[in-house]
């Protein structure tokens, strides 16, 4: 079994600044009209709030906030704990983020074109994570683990997949005393977990989970 938490504890992972992907606020978001259980209200209740809640220091780089829909920007506009960043001028200022940023947009997997849409979300967060050293949450963890395992930039850039966020919410919801999540929780883990749980070798079931990783939360 592989986790991130096995290298931070979820504990200190709060502590630190989290760059946070668009998609992760809108897992699901293709079902939001047809199944109840991926209404942005269910979502935002089971696991947004509680995600949003527990980080100090969240931020979101501008292409990234610019790709939300409306509900999901009307409630990280709601979080102080929420910055909205971009690379101001860095593009053309600074020799070392120039480097950054021209290695993941010529990674095979991206082929990125400044000025084109696709993939310019994960591009422009995961340079702005390489620049400043932070940790990175994505539900395109497939894509984005092998960029980080393929470039020396990223080196220092933890990928928080989207599991850990599960996990969270299971915690955040727990130490409230607040079961009436539990069972949309661990049909989130099941449903949009899939590939990780495939990939990193992770219990099938959320309350395994939780049990084989208490000791590192």
């Known amino acids: 079994m592989y986790t991130p938490l096995q290298k931070i504890s979820l504990r200190r992972l709060l502590k630190e600044p989290i760059m946070l992907d668009a998609n992760i606020l809108m897992v699901g978001i293709d079902k939001r009209g047809t199944d109840p259980n991926c209404s942005f209200e269910n979502m935002k209740s089971v696991y947004m709030i509680p995600l949003l809640e527990s980080f100090r220091d969240i931020r979101i780089h501008r292409m990234v906030y610019d790709e939300l829909d409306v509900q999901s920007r009307d409630l990280v506009d709601k979080y102080s704990s929420v910055m909205i960043v971009n690379e101001e001028k860095q593009y053309l200022q600074d020799p070392q983020y120039i480097t950054i940023f021209n290695h993941i947009a010529d990674h095979e997997r991206i082929r990125y074109s400044r000025g084109s849409s ?90 395994e989970y939780y049990l084989q990783v208490e000791k590192l939360l």
Request: hydrophobic fraction near 40%.
């Open 118 to 207: 696709k993939d310019r979300g994960e591009v422009y967060s995961l340079a702005y994570a390489a620049y400043h050293g932070i940790n990175y949450f994505s539900s395109k963890e497939i894509m984005v683990d092998e960029i980080a395992r393929d470039l020396e930039d990223l080196k220092d850039v933890d990928i928080i997949t989207f599991d850990v966020i599960v996990l969270l919410a299971f915690v955040y919801h727990m130490s409230r005393g607040d079961t009436s999540k539990n069972k949309a929780l661990k049909s989130i883990y099941k449903r949009f977990c899939e590939d990780v749980i495939k990939r990193h070798h992770l219990p099938p079931t959320l309350r």
